[in-house]
């Protein structure tokens, strides 16, 4: 069965400061990974996503990540932050086609 | 429009009332997915549909919630006498064929 698990819960930080958000998987097939953001009392909207392909994985807003397969990791990091970043954020897996399977979150808290 | 739409945004239910939610997805996508999001939680799996078909409810949490797709486009979230545990978001999802899942901005539950 496939898992998710993001190791932060919560991840404070100054303005402009770099970040890095964990994400690790476990799949016994191949996945797709992606990154989605979540601003308060919105929906979920698609940072980025690793299908196939160049490892590193570049997104909306200056984010990128990159998928590690010896690793089983996605993490997600962006050189500098700005206030407006806060929010949080949910790493994904799926198989092809078939439905994600989310971790719990990490909320990122950028502070001037 | 241009994204997946939910109605309504927020209902307050009463214990033991129904209540039925709906999503227009994206137009021209084939896949439809709903989610469960509890306070604090990730999205949690709920359903999903292929075109009119229902290929995988395994997720939808008791016998009490029900979830269709008549014509292939517009889907419908009913949950029957509704509980306070079933408070929580309601995520709708919709992908075409290259498996990028885009969300709604979600129905908001809460059961008094």
């Known amino acids: 069965a496939q898992s998710v698990t993001q190791l932060d819960s919560q991840v404070p930080v100054f303005e402009e400061a770099p970040v890095e958000l964990r994400c690790n998987y476990s799949?016994?097939?191949?996945?797709?990974l992606f990154w989605y953001v979540q601003y308060p009392n919105q929906g979920l909207q698609l940072l980025l996503k690793?299908?196939?392909?160049?490892?590193l994985v570049k997104g909306i807003n200056g984010f990128e990540a990159e998928f590690n397969k010896s690793q089983t990791s996605f993490h997600l990091r962006k050189p500098s932050v700005h206030i407006s970043d806060t929010a949080e954020y949910f790493c994904?897996?799926?198989?092809?086609?078939?439905?994600?399977?989310f971790g719990k979150g990490t909320k990122l808290s950028v502070k001037p | 429009g241009a994204g997946v739409s939910q109605s309504p945004r927020y209902k307050v239910a009463k214990r033991g009332q129904d209540v039925a939610l709906r999503c227009d997805p994206i137009?021209?996508?084939?896949?439809l997915f709903w989610y469960q999001q509890a306070l604090g939680q990730g999205p949690e799996f709920l359903t999903y549909f292929q075109n009119e078909a229902q290929l995988d409810k395994s997720g939808l949490p008791s016998d009490r919630f029900f979830a269709e797709r008549p014509e292939g486009s517009v889907s419908t979230l009913k949950i029957q006498r509704t509980q306070q545990e079933d408070s929580a978001v309601y995520l709708c999802a919709s992908s075409p064929v290259d498996g990028t899942i885009y969300f709604g901005e979600g129905s908001w539950l809460t059961v008094v």
């Open positions: 799949s016994s097939v191949s996945v797709y």
């Open positions: 994904a897996v799926s198989e092809a086609a078939g439905n994600l399977i």
């Open positions: 690793y299908l196939s392909g160049s490892t």
């Open positions: 137009s021209g996508h084939v896949s």
